[in-house]
């Protein structure tokens, strides 16, 4: 049989099970059950796909997958694990996984991975070659699908010498992304250099990124070594690119195109090997069509992009965030174990965190600072929501607020897909009331919104609204 598969677990009845949909799918399967007897047949045999457990006994899963990366770049490996992180899944695709499943998984699930690893087999090219250097843990938090796919993204690029472009809206961690794709590349080990290209006076962004000599300018009293030159080696980092004046966008576009800088004031040319991440919450296609952004620059920038999602379409990912803040803050402040009430933590996943995981850590940091060492409860949430908001704003925003801030932000260019973002809050709102006005009795808020119970039941599981009353 041609298509065989190289099964690596050694829990002996999931072994069983997918050996035997493997085999009714019309694969031939070989099992085994350690990481080192998983190495072994991997090298006495031709696969088409590896499929692999993380934990293992000898040779762990990872390792495993990169053993036979390395010995056979193009064979894919899928890897499966029950605990998945943000550094897992950046290591597994980076290492040279071609895809993971959390465990428990469904097995059609399984078989179109598998099916897309075998045509991946047959059409793919030689891999990129990928660092060797292990890097430290990232701070991206969240298992939700959409963060599943930005790690998944990082893993395939972090290594390459590719300028990347990352978008969002403001506080969706941009930083945090350019960072992990530094620790994971091979400049893990040179300098990471950040820019806020919006805190430097316009004045003085030509010189903060390429230098200037003595005398250059009223001031300018010695040479000073500007970002480009500091980042030699390793990774400069522009953040909110989208605001730089077109005058600095031309020289930065002409490093690019040249790898070379030239000092405010000098005329030698120096030479610059830096990899460029940039960062923007602005639509940059709208800011073309402005021509308040050069096409020429967007394109040597967006080679690869990664867009990150806003904090309300990942809501699955807000008690592992707020965790991680109620422990980070806690040490900060000489607080012990805090803890939130489960409403408290409901009432967190259903706001609409327009300024996303920024916004949901100043709300934590305030909600912990009136409770010290007790609970937090729904009315320390709402306390804190609403000083969060400041002294014009009630603690529900009208809908007529809510609309007009949304269309600012989108006629200044700071985020799109307006009318989908306020439908969401809106429909997240509603049944969210809807299910409390009826005490979780389905049947009853169905009959007030006018829609049917299967209706109302899958939206409440698309907006993840899960709620374990009793329904008619």
């Not at 002409?254 to 790898?259: A, C, G």
Request: with cysteine.
């Amino acid at each position: 049989m041609k298509n065989k598969i190289l099964l690596v677990e050694d829990d002996s009845s999931l072994a069983a099970s997918l050996e035997r949909v493997l085999t009714l799918a019309g694969y031939g399967v070989t099992v085994a059950t350690s990481g080192d007897v998983g190495r072994e047949r991997a090298t006495e045999n031709c696969f088409v796909a590896v499929v692999t457990d993380f934990k293992l006994p000898g040779l762990s899963g990872l390792d495993l997958v990169k053993q036979i990366h390395t010995m056979n770049g193009r064979v894919p490996i899928i890897l499966m694990t029950a605990h998945s992180t943000a550094e897992l899944a950046i290591e597994a695709i980076k290492w040279g996984a071609y895809d993971y499943l959390l465990k428990p998984f469904e097995m059609p699930d399984l078989l179109a991975m598998i099916t897309g690893a075998v045509a991946h087999n047959a059409l793919s090219a030689d891999p990129v070659e990928v660092s060797n250097k292990q890097a430290p843990s990232s701070a991206l938090i969240g298992n939700s699908a959409p963060m599943q796919g930005i790690y998944k993204e990082i893993g395939r690029v972090a290594a390459t010498p590719a300028a990347v472009l990352i978008q969002g809206e403001s506080g969706t961690g941009k930083e945090l992304v350019a960072r992990a794709l530094w620790q994971h590349s091979d400049r893990a080990t040179k300098p990471f250099v950040a820019v806020n290209c919006t805190a430097i006076p316009e004045t003085l962004i030509e010189s903060e990124l390429f230098g200037s000599e003595r005398g250059a300018f009223t001031g300018a009293e010695s040479r000073r070594i500007g970002r480009f030159e500091q980042a030699t080696g390793g990774t400069i980092f522009l953040d909110e690119i989208g605001d730089m004046t077109l005058s600095t966008q031309a020289k930065l576009l002409r490093v690019l195109q040249e790898k070379t800088i030239q000092r405010v004031g000098g005329n030698e040319p120096i030479s610059v090997d830096v990899r460029i991440i940039a960062a923007t919450h602005r639509n940059l296609a709208l800011a073309i069509r402005k021509q308040e952004f050069r096409q020429d620059l967007f394109y040597r920038l967006n080679v690869i992009c990664i867009t990150l999602p806003p904090l309300r379409n990942r809501p699955e990912d807000i008690p592992e965030l707020v965790s991680y803040f109620l422990h980070r803050q806690s040490i900060e402040m000489g607080i012990g174990k805090p803890s939130i009430h489960n409403d408290a933590m409901e009432s967190l996943q259903q706001q609409p965190w327009l300024g996303n995981v920024r916004e949901l850590e100043n709300a934590v940091r305030r909600a912990l600072l009136v409770t010290p060492g007790n609970p937090i409860t729904l009315r320390d949430v709402r306390r804190a929501m609403l000083a969060g908001a400041g002294p014009e704003t009630e603690n529900n925003q009208s809908l007529s607020t809510l609309v007009k801030e949304n269309l600012a932000r989108a006629a200044r260019g700071e985020s799109v897909e307006v009318y989908a973002g306020l439908l969401g809050t809106l429909e997240r709102e509603l049944f969210t009331q809807a299910i409390k006005l009826a005490c979780g009795n389905q049947v009853r808020a169905a009959r007030w919104l006018g829609i049917s119970r299967f209706t109302l039941r899958q939206r409440l599981q698309k907006l993840g609204l899960h709620n374990s009353a009793k329904t008619d």
